[in-house]
């Protein structure tokens, strides 16, 4: 499998604060076991769908995850989650690196400059 590029400065900020959360750390963890949906993560995690579903986003924008939305035997809709592969060399050099890409604007806060729920 190719390696992806190196992230921008915003991409590294946005991928950083969103694994800053221990829910989502253990998302990602569970996913490298292969995929799965969301009833079942939720299961296996120990947290409420809605708290998952809050995580899953955060990571799929930050693009950690991907989601596939298939439809069950039965005809129930079914939404499947994976990681997607990702790698950052976390250095002094590689952050320097990134550091002419990164805009003014934090990509890791809202609109309003709060940072993230952490």
């Known amino acids: 499998m190719k390696t992806p590029p190196p992230p921008t400065g915003d991409e590294l900020v946005l991928m950083l604060a ?22 079942q993560l939720a299961r296996d995690l120990g947290i409420s769908r809605a708290l ?29 989650y994976e990681v997607t592969p990702f790698a950052v060399q976390l250095t002094p050099d590689s952050i320097a690196a990134a550091m002419p890409t990164l805009t003014a604007a934090d990509p890791a806060q809202g609109r309003d400059g709060e940072g993230s729920d952490r």
């Open 52 to 80: 998952l579903q809050v995580h899953l986003k955060k990571l799929e924008t930050a693009g950690l995850v991907s989601a596939q939305l298939e439809i069950s035997p039965d005809g129930k809709a079914m939404k499947f």
């Open 18 to 39: 969103t694994l800053a959360n221990p829910h989502r750390l253990r998302v990602v963890a569970a996913l490298t076991g292969g995929r799965t949906y969301v009833s």
